[in-house]
């Protein structure tokens, strides 16, 4: 239960391996388009992190088999990269990490493929505003379920609703590290939110209901009801005065 403050020059280390996983992902979410299969997808991210001579985080991962996570439609989390090929009208979230010089950084963002359903269009934006929000309260001084509060009340008032089986995550020296970082609940609990900590904020947000259930691969979360699922990370520093996005591009 001990969480981890990172000094200056750990700090300079998880600047590092935060803007190689923007760079990374934001060359990812620029190549989807229709016909190509989330496995090219996984294979330009692994050719991306070799040649900054740096790591993929999740492979291995537990036993994880990719690079990245690919989540397409009703599958929320953890879709494992492959020959599924990516249609107009789809959303697909993207979710990578980059180990450099013995730190991790971690983002994810959603992207919606040609003309989508306006019910996604809402989905998609209110998982964005929530984790703008909650970017917005990571402040020293804060408490961490601030953090989680603001993401429950952007994504129900936009009628969506959110998972409640995972949640963000400390980050550092280990991809999940203490605290917990949870997508829901009330405010004003848990630890304060102090200068050092970084954090991994990733709301995952649903159309429909909020239940999720795990495929038989043992990785892919799905929404239970069938409906589709949005997600956004941003690893943060909480620096004296204020917080730093690391993974912003
Ligand atoms: N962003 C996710 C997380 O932090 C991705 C992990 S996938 C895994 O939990 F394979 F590494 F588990
Ligand atoms: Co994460």
Same mark, same amino acid.
Request: proline share 6%.
């Given at each position: 239960?001990?969480?981890?403050?990172?000094?200056?020059? +750990?700090?300079? @280390?998880?600047r590092?391996?935060? &803007?190689?996983t923007?760079e990374?992902?934001?060359r990812?979410?620029?190549?989807v388009q229709?016909? *190509?299969t =989330?496995g090219?997808l996984?294979?330009?991210? &692994?050719?991306?992190?070799?040649?900054m001579?740096a &790591?993929?985080?999740?492979?291995g $991962?537990? #036993? $994880?088999?990719?690079?990245?996570?690919i989540?397409?439609?009703?599958?929320?989390i953890?879709?494992?990269?492959?020959?599924?090929? *990516?249609?107009p009208?789809? *959303? !697909?979230?993207l979710d !990578?990490?980059?180990y450099y010089r @013995? %730190?991790? #950084?971690?983002?994810?963002?959603?992207?919606?493929? #040609?003309?989508v359903d306006?019910?996604?269009i809402?989905? !998609?934006?209110?998982?964005?505003?929530?984790? +703008?929000?909650?970017?917005?309260?990571?402040?020293?001084?804060?408490?961490?379920?601030?953090?989680?509060?603001?993401?429950?009340? =952007?994504?129900?008032?936009?009628?969506?609703?959110?998972v409640?089986?995972?949640?963000?995550?400390?980050?550092?020296?280990?991809?999940h590290?203490e605290?917990?970082v949870?997508? %829901?609940g009330?405010a004003g609990? @848990?630890?304060?939110?102090r200068?050092?900590?970084?954090?991994?904020?990733?709301?995952?947000v649903?159309?429909?209901?909020p239940?999720?259930? !795990?495929l038989?691969?043992?990785?892919t979360?799905?929404?239970?009801d069938g409906?589709p699922?949005?997600?956004?990370?941003h690893?943060?520093?909480?620096?004296?005065?204020?917080m730093?996005?690391?993974? &912003?591009?």
């Amino acid at each position: 239960m001990k969480i981890p403050l990172k000094s200056a020059a +750990e700090l300079e @280390g998880m600047r590092v391996s935060c &803007r190689m996983t923007a760079e990374v992902l934001g060359r990812v979410a620029a190549a989807v388009q229709p016909g *190509v299969t =989330t496995g090219e997808l996984d294979e330009l991210a &692994r050719k991306l992190i070799a040649d900054m001579r740096a &790591r993929p985080s999740f492979l291995g $991962y537990r #036993g $994880y088999p990719a690079a990245m996570c690919i989540s397409v439609n009703d599958e929320v989390i953890h879709g494992i990269p492959g020959r599924r090929v *990516v249609m107009p009208g789809d *959303v !697909v979230s993207l979710d !990578v990490g980059v180990y450099y010089r @013995g %730190f991790h #950084g971690d983002s994810a963002t959603t992207v919606m493929v #040609g003309v989508v359903d306006p019910d996604v269009i809402r989905l !998609v934006e209110a998982t964005r505003r929530a984790l +703008e929000a909650a970017l917005a309260v990571a402040r020293p001084g804060a408490r961490l379920s601030d953090v989680s509060h603001i993401v429950e009340t =952007t994504a129900k008032s936009a009628g969506c609703s959110v998972v409640r089986e995972f949640v963000g995550h400390g980050i550092g020296r280990e991809l999940h590290e203490e605290p917990q970082v949870a997508n %829901f609940g009330a405010a004003g609990r @848990g630890p304060v939110l102090r200068p050092g900590m970084t954090l991994a904020i990733e709301p995952m947000v649903n159309l429909g209901r909020p239940e999720v259930s !795990v495929l038989d691969d043992k990785w892919t979360v799905v929404t239970r009801d069938g409906q589709p699922s949005a997600h956004f990370e941003h690893t943060v520093a909480v620096l004296e005065g204020g917080m730093e996005i690391l993974s &912003r591009a």
